[in-house]
């Protein structure tokens, strides 16, 4: 099963191949260890090559790579692991044993590791496979449209009133090449831009996570939730969903419709990382030219992908729900030109990655007249109730300052980044409810904004409105931490206008220092909002969460 099918059809694949007689061990939890007879008796001794395989190749890649090993002093453990989660490992280690061999669905998948710190991850590998980016439409909504006589185009679509689904261009390559499709399709001249923020607008409603998550929201597949009758996929994932709605009682096929131009598609790249050793290496090469050969290639036709040159798609040549003559391939662009798009889609859909800094020095245990509350419960309430303001995709952390909190540190972390529905799902917002304000704490603001800004500048992510939010009711109060003017220094420095990163300030209570949080906020492109009643807090962060939804003039 693929990486853009239902999760409920999927299994993941863990292949140990050994020097015994093939034996298959259904092991608890859906993976599965298989033996085999792999290596000779006169091997001195026997190398372990790890591959992490996209789901969508990986029992393809396991039973190539037991060929490639047969009779060799090496065999290849194939793991079926999700790109998102092998990235995730592989920049911020977190004690999943790291592959020899990345064979992951995108070579976006590549870049974006690379970017957020996996130094031994190159930027590109050579393609296996390639499965063209789609719009996936039910055929009912295909009818609508005029097919089977007339082949609808992507723009018919996005001016159609169908429901349409989106997969979150922040962390899935179909979202990033349908973005990318969309421009294209548009006519040249004044009229483009607007015109593409429309149709992003159009795709904006229903933007959920991943292609998995689309799938499960098709009408009949049983979701509770409003129903989406057209979104991006992968060719792949429309051909394997139809093979089981031939056969199961799942609802009807899918029709794909392909791309006005060539976009990037889905391109499978093999990518050996740095910490590989040299007998590694030597298999890999070897498994490399395999998976490349003819028959290597007739293996990969079996999973309904294409040649990587996207030329040939084996078996479904009479097949009207797809177009199995070859498609044009399209190198993905310069990041720059990815952060572009990326960023205008960030201002339409308003997914956010938020760092929240919240204070929690000794003033905050003072009561606030008329409520009986002290401003640390109404801080916290209100940054437990936010966390439904942001959209699901959105991606947030929350740091607590005061002074020496963490050693010399005056901050800690108390939830780290991670999706807000995740958060949401695990009791985060009881968490933000149950903090505390330290007794004797001061308030250590300069050293918090800049060591906070420093992280948010670092993992900066594309397709998020990347913002720090600072709510305070105090102003700087520890003498050992950077000054103001070296706070302002780095703040300035750490600026880049392509990737905007503005701190939003919200200040409470009588002895804040409004100044002080404007010039913060200024040096980064942000806004300062002061509530001087904090009985009145939740609604001064409501509204500004809430302004974040328009963050350009005359957007609506």
Same mark, same amino acid.
């Given at each position: 099963?693929?990486? !853009?099918?239902?999760?409920?059809?999927?299994?993941? +694949?863990?292949?140990? +191949?050994?020097?015994?007689?093939?034996?298959?061990?259904?092991?608890?939890?859906?993976?599965?260890?298989?033996?085999?007879?792999?290596?000779?008796?006169?091997?001195?001794?026997?190398?372990?090559?790890?591959?992490?395989?996209?789901?969508?190749?990986?029992?393809?890649?396991?039973?190539?790579? !037991?060929?490639? =090993? =047969?009779?060799?002093?090496?065999?290849?453990?194939?793991?079926?692991?999700?790109?998102? =989660?092998?990235?995730?490992?592989?920049?911020?280690?977190?004690?999943?044993?790291?592959?020899?061999?990345?064979?992951?669905?995108?070579?976006?998948?590549?870049?974006?590791?690379?970017?957020?710190?996996?130094?031994?991850?190159?930027?590109?590998?050579?393609?296996?496979?390639?499965?063209?980016?789609?719009?996936?439409?039910?055929?009912?909504?295909?009818?609508?449209?005029?097919?089977?006589?007339?082949?609808?185009?992507?723009?018919?679509? /996005?001016?159609?009133?169908?429901?349409?689904?989106?997969?979150?261009?922040?962390?899935?390559?179909?979202?990033?090449?349908?973005?990318?499709?969309?421009?294209?399709?548009?006519?040249?001249?004044?009229?483009?831009?607007?015109?593409?923020?429309?149709?992003?607008?159009?795709?904006?409603? +229903?933007?959920?996570?991943?292609?998995?998550?689309?799938?499960?929201?098709?009408?009949?597949?049983?979701?509770?939730?409003?129903?989406?009758? =057209?979104?991006?996929?992968?060719? %792949?994932?429309?051909?394997?969903?139809?093979?089981?709605?031939?056969?199961?009682?799942?609802?009807?096929?899918?029709?794909?419709?392909?791309?006005?131009?060539?976009?990037?598609?889905?391109?499978?790249?093999?990518?050996?990382?740095?910490?590989?050793?040299?007998?590694?290496?030597?298999?890999?090469?070897?498994?490399?030219?395999?998976?490349?050969?003819?028959?290597?290639?007739?293996?990969?036709?079996?999973?309904?992908?294409?040649?990587?040159?996207?030329?040939?798609?084996?078996?479904? %040549?009479?097949?009207? !729900?797809?177009?199995?003559?070859?498609?044009?391939?399209?190198?993905?662009?310069?990041?720059?030109?990815?952060?572009?798009?990326?960023?205008?889609?960030?201002?339409?859909?308003?997914?956010?990655?938020?760092?929240?800094?919240?204070? +929690?020095?000794?003033?905050?245990?003072?009561?606030?007249?008329?409520?009986?509350?002290? @401003?640390?419960?109404?801080?916290?309430?209100?940054?437990?109730?936010?966390?439904?303001?942001?959209?699901?995709?959105?991606?947030?952390?929350?740091?607590?300052?005061?002074?020496?909190?963490?050693?010399? !540190?005056?901050?800690?972390?108390?939830?780290?980044?991670?999706?807000?529905?995740?958060?949401?799902?695990?009791?985060?917002?009881?968490?933000?409810?149950?903090? @505390?304000?330290?007794?004797?704490?001061?308030?250590?603001?300069?050293?918090?904004?800049?060591?906070?800004?420093?992280?948010? @500048?670092?993992?900066? %992510?594309?397709?998020?409105?990347?913002?720090?939010?600072?709510?305070?009711?105090? @102003?700087?109060?520890?003498?050992?931490?950077?000054?103001?003017?070296?706070? /302002?220094?780095?703040?300035?420095?750490?600026?880049?206008?392509?990737?905007?990163?503005?701190?939003?300030?919200?200040?409470?209570?009588?002895?804040?220092?409004?100044?002080?949080?404007?010039?913060?906020?200024?040096?980064?492109?942000?806004?300062?909002?002061?509530?001087?009643?904090?009985?009145?807090?939740?609604?001064?962060?409501?509204?500004?969460?809430?302004?974040?939804?328009?963050?350009?003039?005359?957007?609506?």
């Amino acid at each position: 099963m693929g990486r !853009h099918e239902p999760a409920a059809g999927r299994r993941g +694949i863990r292949t140990t +191949i050994v020097v015994t007689a093939a034996v298959l061990v259904a092991a608890a939890g859906g993976w599965v260890t298989v033996a085999r007879v792999t290596a000779s008796a006169g091997c001195a001794q026997e190398d372990v090559v790890r591959v992490a395989v996209a789901p969508d190749l990986a029992a393809a890649v396991d039973r190539i790579a !037991h060929g490639v =090993a =047969a009779g060799q002093c090496f065999r290849f453990e194939v793991e079926d692991r999700d790109p998102a =989660a092998v990235a995730s490992s592989l920049a911020v280690a977190d004690g999943t044993r790291r592959p020899d061999v990345w064979i992951p669905d995108s070579t976006l998948r590549l870049r974006r590791a690379k970017a957020a710190g996996a130094a031994d991850v190159p930027v590109s590998g050579s393609s296996v496979a390639n499965s063209p980016v789609v719009f996936a439409m039910t055929e009912d909504t295909a009818k609508s449209l005029g097919w089977p006589g007339k082949t609808p185009a992507w723009q018919d679509l /996005l001016d159609s009133p169908v429901s349409l689904g989106m997969p979150d261009p922040g962390s899935d390559p179909v979202g990033v090449s349908t973005l990318l499709g969309v421009a294209k399709a548009l006519p040249p001249g004044p009229a483009a831009a607007p015109a593409f923020a429309a149709a992003m607008r159009r795709l904006a409603p +229903i933007t959920l996570p991943g292609v998995d998550d689309l799938y499960a929201r098709l009408p009949g597949a049983g979701s509770s939730k409003q129903a989406v009758s =057209a979104f991006p996929a992968s060719e %792949t994932s429309v051909l394997r969903y139809n093979e089981r709605a031939g056969v199961t009682a799942t609802p009807a096929q899918l029709v794909a419709v392909y791309p006005p131009q060539a976009v990037p598609s889905l391109d499978y790249p093999f990518a050996v990382l740095g910490n590989a050793g040299r007998a590694q290496q030597d298999a890999a090469a070897k498994l490399l030219t395999a998976l490349l050969g003819a028959d290597g290639q007739a293996v990969l036709a079996g999973v309904d992908v294409r040649t990587p040159d996207g030329r040939m798609l084996f078996g479904h %040549t009479g097949d009207t !729900h797809v177009a199995a003559g070859p498609q044009a391939l399209s190198p993905l662009p310069s990041e720059d030109a990815l952060d572009q798009v990326l960023n205008q889609w960030a201002k339409v859909n308003t997914s956010s990655r938020a760092r929240v800094l919240i204070d +929690i020095s000794g003033s905050m245990n003072a009561i606030v007249p008329g409520t009986g509350r002290t @401003r640390m419960a109404l801080t916290a309430e209100a940054a437990a109730r936010a966390l439904d303001l942001f959209k699901p995709t959105s991606e947030s952390s929350t740091w607590v300052f005061s002074t020496n909190l963490d050693g010399d !540190h005056d901050y800690r972390e108390v939830l780290p980044m991670s999706p807000v529905s995740v958060q949401l799902a695990t009791g985060a917002a009881q968490k933000l409810r149950d903090l @505390r304000a330290t007794p004797n704490g001061q308030t250590g603001l300069y050293d918090t904004v800049l060591a906070a800004y420093q992280q948010a @500048r670092a993992d900066w %992510t594309a397709g998020r409105l990347n913002l720090v939010i600072l709510m305070t009711d105090g @102003r700087n109060e520890d003498p050992h931490g950077v000054t103001r003017e070296q706070l /302002l220094d780095g703040l300035n420095a750490l600026q880049d206008p392509r990737r905007p990163l503005p701190v939003i300030a919200i200040g409470m209570g009588p002895d804040i220092d409004a100044g002080d949080l404007g010039a913060i906020t200024a040096a980064t492109g942000g806004k300062t909002f002061v509530a001087p009643d904090p009985a009145k807090i939740a609604d001064v962060f409501y509204g500004a969460l809430a302004g974040l939804s328009c963050p350009t003039p005359g957007c609506t």
